[in-house]
């Protein structure tokens, strides 16, 4: 589920790569805002910063969406593998906790 957000994510993003640059959702995704205050503790990730991240999990560079409006097949090997790894990372995870409670108990 969490992969099929963060995919859906980076397909919009795309798509306001794409736009020209009067439009409005492009100029507020890019643009920067300087005025008011937040709230004390730790700030709320904004949609850019998920974005990014995203970008950084499945190893995609903006150029490589400004390649194409396309959905290619390369962009779809590298989500594949990064499926693949996030699912082996989970899964080496729940067999470590599940060594530490057989050891503890």
């Known amino acids: 589920v969490e992969s099929q957000i963060r995919k859906s994510r980076i397909r919009k993003f795309q798509n306001i790569l794409h736009m020209k640059d009067e439009r409005i959702l492009k100029k507020v995704t890019f643009g920067e805002c300087c005025s008011g205050s937040r ?12 974005v990014k991240e995203d970008l950084k999990i499945f190893k995609v560079t903006t150029e490589e969406l400004k390649k194409s409006p396309d959905w290619t097949e390369e962009l779809e090997k590298k989500f594949q593998e990064a499926d693949m790894t996030i699912k082996t990372h989970i899964t080496e995870m729940r067999r470590k906790k599940h060594q530490n409670q057989t050891t503890s108990s």
């Open 39 to 50: 709230k004390t503790g730790r700030p709320k990730k904004s949609w850019r910063e998920a």
